[in-house]
T-cell receptor, first 114, second 116 residues
């Protein structure tokens, strides 16, 4: 089984709808992240969480909210979807070691907002 | 500010050729980490390597090798004897410290196509 899973893998929605993207991990990592990928822009950080009680905004958090329901679960919500939120969304987890930290990514969710 | 530049948007080579993907970075930190990720056509992001700024040894893993040069702020990735399965988008990334942990700053990616 995959260590980091995302549901749904693909989603089409309409402008103004509320949707939730879910991320689960079995790695036991404390830190979780949400990124979005747009063509030609690489990945950009939306939100990150160091543990269940610690959630922080990333560089492009406007229009998004998150919930860390448990150590293993981190959900991203679009309260009122708009077309420029069409993107590929990635969840990532990480843990540090004495030499640094590595992020491991889920398979991604392709979102189309019409 | 942290910045990663992958100047090559797309590269296309014939199978068995060697190919080098360039990555240049800017950082304010004295200690930092550099990464390469692979995104195959299926879309997932696969971790390839992490390099710490205090370790300038080059690394080789099978057909993959990485050349880290602090003096030129570069972390280039070479695939030797390329194969069709190497076709993917490759991202270089740089750590950015945030409140005791790190986020990643990504380059724009290089789309590599290996033709049979």
């Amino acid at each position: 089984d995959a260590d980091v899973t995302q549901t749904p893998r693909n989603r089409i929605t309409k402008t103004g709808k509320r949707i939730m993207l879910e991320c689960s991990q079995t790695k036991g990592h404390d830190r979780m992240y949400w990124y979005r990928q747009d063509p030609g822009l690489g990945l950009r950080l939306i939100y990150y969480s160091f543990d269940v009680k610690d959630i922080n905004k990333g560089e492009i958090s406007d229009g998004y909210s998150v919930s860390r329901q448990a150590q293993a679960k981190f959900s991203l919500s679009l309260e009122s979807a708009i077309p420029n939120q069409t993107a590929l969304y990635f969840c990532a987890t990480s843990v540090g070691d004495r030499l640094g930290e590595t992020q491991y990514f889920g398979p991604g969710t392709r979102l189309l907002v019409l | 500010a942290q910045k990663v530049t992958q100047a090559q948007t797309e590269i296309s080579v014939v199978e068995k050729e060697d190919v080098t993907l360039d990555c240049v970075y800017e950082t304010r930190d004295t200690t930092y980490y550099l990464f390469w990720y692979k995104q195959p056509p299926s879309g997932e992001l696969v971790f390839l390597i992490r390099r710490n700024s205090f370790d300038e040894q080059n690394e080789i893993s099978g057909r993959y090798s990485w050349n880290f040069q602090k003096s030129t702020s570069s972390f280039n990735f070479t695939i030797t004897a390329s194969q069709v399965v190497d076709s993917a988008v490759y991202f270089c990334a740089l750590s950015d410290r945030i409140q005791g942990a790190q986020k990643l700053v990504f380059g724009q990616g290089t789309r590599l196509t290996i033709n049979p």
